[in-house]
């Protein structure tokens, strides 16, 4: 599906409206930009790679497919620069460009005779709050049983492995993670990557810079924000010239 860019007031409208959300919920509202021809009271129940994939497409869409990550060695804390590439990243992901991206019904497998759907965003939320990593993917494996056995904690933990492994092979965009290797150092490790987060930083990023031109331009012409962004990036940045900015 071809995506707009978005405008720069639009870019505005929802750094300010995903400000003080949750980055899960950021990630819906990113979501909800990228498809706006989509009911948005089901994104909280889509999996996870559907909407990693659409996050990755509008990333290409407002800044094109080349990502430069920053990344600290786990071992001996040096700073990386990793270069990615959005097309492979979707291709990793194993992506049908023929499908519409959009399943209201999660896929279903079934382990140790018990029914298991993948996780949505709403399944990550709920375990937000767990500090225990295991206890949170044990939490997790609880919701998504579609099954609801008795309580079974040890049960869930030893088909943790099983259960997450057949999540990767039909959701395999749920989780993206680098395989990463230091220079200085040698230490190779995977690492996860969180393609919400970087789109909303970046969102951030340009969205502050417009507001810091806005400002110089209204406090040097009293221009309003609807004039400004009426200019051609060009004469604007002509002016932003002649105001020493």
Known sequence: MHMQVPGEAEILSLWERGLARHPIDRALLLYAWARPDL??????????????????????TCFGPRIIACIDCK????????????????????????????????AEF????????????????????ERDINAAAVKLLERCCLDRPEKMDEGFANMLSEVEAAMEDLDPAAEINLSLSCEDCGHSWL?????????????????????????????????????????????RAAYLDMVGV
């Open 39 to 60: 009911p948005s009271s089901s994104f909280p129940d889509l999996p996870l790679g559907t909407i990693n994939r659409a996050l990755l497409r509008l990333r290409e």
């Open 75 to 106: 071992h001996c804390s040096t700073r990386m620069e990793v270069a990615l590439d959005t097309g492979q990243l979707l291709a990793a992901t194993n992506e049908d460009e023929t499908s519409s991206d959009f399943k209201v019904s999660p």
């Open 110 to 129: 079934e382990v140790s005779n018990l029914r298991f759907r993948v996780p949505c965003s709403r399944d990550l939320a709920a375990v937000s709050g």
């Open 191 to 235: 690492a996860d990557f969180n393609i919400g987060t970087l789109l909303w930083d970046e969102i951030d990023v340009r969205a502050r810079a417009l507001l810091a031109e806005v400002h110089s331009l209204a406090q040097a012409y009293g221009w309003t924000e609807p004039e400004i962004f009426a200019l051609s990036p060009q004469r």
